[in-house]
């Protein structure tokens, strides 16, 4: 299992509906398929979104990260030396989703090598897993009606919704849903927009209407906004921006800020996301497989994660990014289709990844 090369290639998949979030929007996915190709034969694949405005990464930076650092500390050594390869990603700041691909990839490797399906590998809880449909920050009347047509046609019932914007908008959005929706779980996403006065407005209304939880109302740096939430309110609040690794947990799980974590394979990879499971697990809090705007590669990989796991797959899992993008690498029915708003485990080798030439050759962008 010997690495001898490993590929990068950018691709751009456009997205049917531009996400508008607390801090950004995103129109077109830009990520870099990464490719760990062994000696014998056997090729690792994964995916690594670009998200600027939360990591400070583009196509290019990854794939310059792979060329310089990471590349030439993978190269000669064996697909098994997970361990190995971490050491040489932390003698490197920062580079989060590169790290988390090749990671993905390394595993791929050694499920198709021991004959078994990744989930196998990591643990093997579960063979489903219940699936949460995000809704862009728009007028509440559309986020209802992109809601309900979704539970139509996959028969999905947890729903994330953005927040984080306009604090008085949010309020009218979250009683316009619940009407909409009166049974359906419903959380929020307030990707760190909010001071901790307005989140607790968006907080009061939530508690009225049995929100499930709240992602990151308040910045992780604002600890005197985030302190105030705490004293505040009763909605369990989950970390992500300020979740980004296990120190980050830690600190948010000692000053007692976050009551759920969310994990994104994309950004701490399978070996990583394994040392955050435990964290939380230590405190019996509670993990949510959420996505980093993951296409089919990126969410088979936090699918084989999300069942792996009792935590994980005990919660619904952001597992249809991919809903909302115009195109995939992969062959048609790879990715498991969403039947009664759960995905089915994947049964073959490694994360079971096949992918369509021609589509790649469509979507790539380095030619
Ligand atoms: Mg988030």
Redesign the pocket.
Known sequence: MKIIRIDCIPFNLPLKNPVRFAGGRLAVSEHVLVQVHTEDGLVGTAEAPSRPFFYGESQASMIEAVRKWFAPALMGRSALDIEHAWAAFREVEHNDTIKGALDIALHDIVGQALGQPCHRLLGGWSDSARVTYICGYGEPQAMAEEALAVRERWGITSFKLKVGIDAAQDVRMLHTLRAALPEELLYV?G?SGLNGRDALRVLGAASEIGLAWA??PVHRDDRPGRAMVQRHTRVPIMG??SCRNPEETARELADGFVQLV?IKTARTGFRVSRDILAQCAALRVRNVI?SQGDSTVGVMAALHFTVAHANTASQPAELAFHLNTQADLLQDGCLPTIVAGRMQAPTAPGLGLQLDPDKLARYRVDH
């Open positions: 996403d990707n992602e990151e992500d921006e969310g959420a």
